[in-house]
T-cell receptor, first 113, second 112 residues
Framework: DVKVTQSSRYLVKRTGEKVFLECVQD?????MFWYRQDPGLGLRLIYFSYDVKMKEKGDIPEGYSVSREKKERFSLILESASTNQTSMYLC????????????FGPGTRLTVL | AQSVTQPDIHITVSEGASLELRCNYSYGATPYLFWYVQSPGQGLQLLLKYFSGDTLVQGIKGFEAEFKRSQSSFNLRKPSVHWSDAAEYFCAVGGAGNMLTFGGGTRLMVKP
């Protein structure tokens, strides 16, 4: 089974802190994605990566950056956390190819105080 | 730009009753369509997908969906709902490339 793991299920940070969310997949997938999930808005794409050190902005990249130094790991970085970044963050991966199924991690619920 | 609308934010059905969740999409060419389910505290799991061919698609857990190009719809159905089906359901559309656009989700509650 494909497994996508996220470093924390719950995280509480203070405004202005630098926050790292880590995602690891074990199926050698080329593509990895970061979404945020908010009630009524569904999932919105923050960034995705199709290869090591490659990244593309999604629909809502402002306030976020990403890092992909190894194929299996994709990190989401909040340089200076703000209260409006309180949300559920979901990581996903998929193999190379057009619109293959994306496999999701369990999510990290981030609260910024 | 592609978009997905799920008109029903919440739906409540009785256990054993039939279910239909609506999904309307906007996309200029033939879309790739997906339904995912998110159980409480879990990530998203793929229920079924449509790429081409037969417009009635069978998925896991007894779900099916029908692609209707003329109505730009991809509604999810199940003939008899179980209490374990209570979850949030997301419809998604993909076009060229690897990115998906998700709808806002429909939360399903099941009455005993």
């Amino acid at each position: 089974d494909v497994k996508v793991t996220q470093s924390s299920r719950y995280l509480v940070k203070r405004t202005g802190e630098k926050v790292f969310l880590e995602c690891v997949q074990d199926m050698d997938h080329e593509n990895m994605f970061w979404y945020r999930q908010d009630p009524g808005l569904g999932l919105r794409l923050i960034y995705f990566s199709y290869d090591v050190k490659m990244k593309e902005k999604g629909d809502i990249p402002e306030g976020y950056s990403v890092s992909r130094e190894k194929k299996e790991r994709f990190s989401l970085i909040l340089e200076s956390a703000s209260t409006n970044q309180t949300s559920m963050y979901l990581c996903a991966s998929s193999p190379l190819g057009i619109n293959n199924e994306q496999f999701f991690g369990p999510g990290t619920r981030l609260t910024v105080l | 730009a592609q978009s997905v609308t799920q008109p029903d934010i919440h739906i409540t059905v009785s256990e054993g009753a039939s279910l239909e969740l609506r999904c309307n999409y906007s996309y200029g060419a033939t879309p790739y369509l997906f339904w995912y389910v998110q159980s409480p505290g879990q990530g998203l799991q793929l229920l079924l997908k449509y790429f081409s061919g037969d417009t009635l698609v069978q998925g896991i857990k007894g779900f099916e969906a029908e692609f209707k190009r003329s109505q730009s719809s991809f509604n999810l159905r199940k003939p008899s709902v179980h209490w374990s089906d209570a979850a949030e359901y997301f419809c998604a559309v993909g076009g060229a490339g690897n990115m998906l656009t998700f709808g806002g989700g429909t939360r399903l509650m099941v009455k005993p």
